[in-house]
Nanobody, 124 residues
Framework: QVQLVESGGGLEQAGGSLRLSCTAS????????MGWFRQAPGKEREFVAS????????SYADSVKGRFTISRDNAKNTVYLQMNSLKPEDTAVYSC?????????????????WGQGTQVTVSS
């Protein structure tokens, strides 16, 4: 069982930056593929970014490529999402998720554990 807790959300102006953190319980964090997803009001949950267990492989949604960076610190059981050049359309609840094996695509079905989410609001 893995428990995930996100932090770092808040209100930011367009063009600003925020860094989200997701800290996991357990001793085998480095074996989990980690992902960030977001859900805006009235919309389906969508993939944002993911990173492999050792951090060698990263994937991004086209909508955030070049603006967001996913990283992880396995010694701290934490995965980060650095969000720069924020836009109002980035407003959503951001959740991290953990998958027990490498996930090659953007689907959320292979992620077994989810955090509660943290609200990100970007004003224009």
């Amino acid at each position: 069982q893995v428990q995930l807790v996100e932090s770092g959300g808040g209100l930011e102006q367009a063009g600003g930056s925020l860094r989200l953190s997701c800290t996991a319980s357990g001793r085998t964090f480095s074996s989990y593929h980690m992902g960030w997803f977001r859900q805006a009001p009235g919309k389906e949950r969508e993939f944002v970014a993911s990173i492999s267990g050792r951090g060698a492989l990263r994937s991004y949604a086209d909508s955030v490529k070049g603006r967001f960076t996913i990283s992880r610190d396995n010694a701290k059981n934490t995965v980060y999402l650095q969000m720069n050049s924020l836009k109002p359309e980035d407003t959503a609840v951001y959740s991290c998720a953990a998958a027990p094996k490498y996930v090659s695509g953007s689907s959320d079905v292979e992620y077994d554990f989810w955090g509660q989410g943290t609200q990100v609001t970007v004003s224009s």
